[in-house]
């Protein structure tokens, strides 16, 4: 088969094993550098080291009101923060050029800390965990569809399983958007999601559904604007096992008609999955040959049951 283009990620340049840290030295991760980094482009950057900083510096702290802190050198006490504010708004117009397809960031960076950063009182006392960092901040109020997931958080199985599902998904739907966007090809890519969104939860597919079948009374570059954060949002919840075995067993439901010892050796396949003796992979390899067998169209063009390799790959390590 043809590949797509690979996914864009931007990504924490420290996390590439590139040494921009305060100290001088790096936060290397295996997962980013071995598994993810083989299967996509990586556009890395350093706020700090871009804003001016140099390597290496006294390390900076978010301080003040945690909905607006400033951004402040240790020991010098020097104030960044017009400065890393100017810079990233120029960074971030630039990246949304870019096609990217979701970004990796530093846990707890004052720069690039997606949540609970420490936010320092301006008159001394502990920290509060309540700061997204600085430069984060701006990516996520100007890129609000891209996902996001910090270095920490993929250590999750769930969450990292999640973060991959959503940077494919995203990388399809600006393929969509990039050739055209029409109501039938919406619709079309809407149909191809619907297993992958009901294993997330049935909220969320029934939400999207309504907007579908809503296409004719709005704009549609605004219905698809809305949908795709729908859709982006109804994958960030995470999938779990108890989703996917009723999302089984409703595919399943298409071959009520197939032999018995082919119908019982899904059904086995599904409850192994269910008991934890099989990945997921196991009862999804035979649904989909079974669609084969039998010429189920629907089933075949689901994105669930034939994600693109290389997503398959890393889901298989989460």
């Given at each position: 088969m043809t590949l797509a283009?690979?996914?864009?990620?931007?990504?924490?340049?420290?996390?590439?094993?590139?040494?921009?840290?305060?100290?001088?030295?790096?936060?290397?991760?295996?997962?980013?550098?071995?598994?993810?980094?083989?299967?996509?482009?990586?556009?890395?950057?350093?706020?700090?080291?871009?804003?001016?900083?140099?390597?290496?510096?006294?390390?900076?702290?978010?301080v003040g009101r945690s909905e607006a802190p400033a951004l402040i050198a240790e020991r010098t006490g020097e104030d960044w923060t017009a400065r890393m504010a100017?810079?990233?708004?120029?960074?971030?117009?630039?990246?949304?050029?870019?096609?990217?397809?979701?970004?990796?960031?530093?846990?707890?960076?004052?720069?690039?800390?997606?949540?609970?950063?420490?936010?320092?009182?301006l008159r001394g006392g502990p920290p509060r965990r309540e700061g997204v960092g600085a430069f984060v901040a701006v990516l996520r109020a100007r890129l609000p569809l891209l996902p996001i997931e910090e270095e920490g958080r993929l250590h999750d199985p769930l969450l990292r399983e999640s973060f991959v599902e959503r940077i494919f998904a995203h990388a399809r739907w600006q393929r969509l958007v990039g050739e055209g966007l029409t109501r039938g090809g919406l619709v079309a890519f809407h149909t191809a999601q619907k297993l992958a969104v009901l294993a997330h939860g049935v909220e969320g597919?029934?939400?999207?559904?309504?907007?579908?079948?809503?296409?004719?009374?709005?704009?549609?570059?605004?219905?698809?604007?809305?949908?795709?954060?729908?859709?982006?949002?109804?994958?960030?919840?995470?999938?779990?096992?108890g989703r996917n075995v009723n999302v089984l067993q409703h595919a399943?439901?298409?071959?009520?008609?197939?032999?018995?010892?082919?119908?019982?050796?899904?059904?086995?396949?599904?409850?192994?999955?269910?008991?934890?003796?099989?990945?997921?992979?196991?009862?999804?390899?035979l649904l989909r040959s079974a669609a084969r067998r039998h010429g189920v169209d629907w089933l075949l063009g689901q994105a669930w049951l034939g994600p693109d390799p290389r997503e398959l790959m890393l889901r298989n390590h989460a």
């Open positions: 283009p690979r996914p864009r990620l931007g990504i924490s340049a420290c996390l590439l094993g590139r040494a921009v840290r305060y100290d001088g030295g790096h936060k290397r991760d295996p997962f980013c550098v071995d598994l993810l980094g083989p299967l996509v482009d990586w556009v890395p950057l350093c706020p700090e080291v871009e804003v001016g900083m140099p390597v290496p510096r006294p390390p900076i702290r978010l100017a810079w990233a708004e120029a960074r971030v117009e630039q990246l949304g050029g870019l096609g990217l397809d979701g970004y990796v960031t530093k846990k707890d960076s004052p720069s690039c800390g997606l949540e609970r950063v420490r936010v320092h009182p597919y029934r939400r999207l559904g309504r907007l579908v079948a809503d296409l004719k009374g709005r704009p549609l570059r605004q219905a698809g604007q809305a949908y795709a954060a729908l859709l982006l949002a109804a994958l960030a919840v995470p999938a779990t096992r399943a439901g298409y071959f009520k008609g197939a032999p018995g010892g082919e119908r019982r050796e899904l059904e086995k396949a599904i409850a192994d999955y269910r008991r934890g003796r099989v990945p997921l992979l196991v009862p999804q390899t």
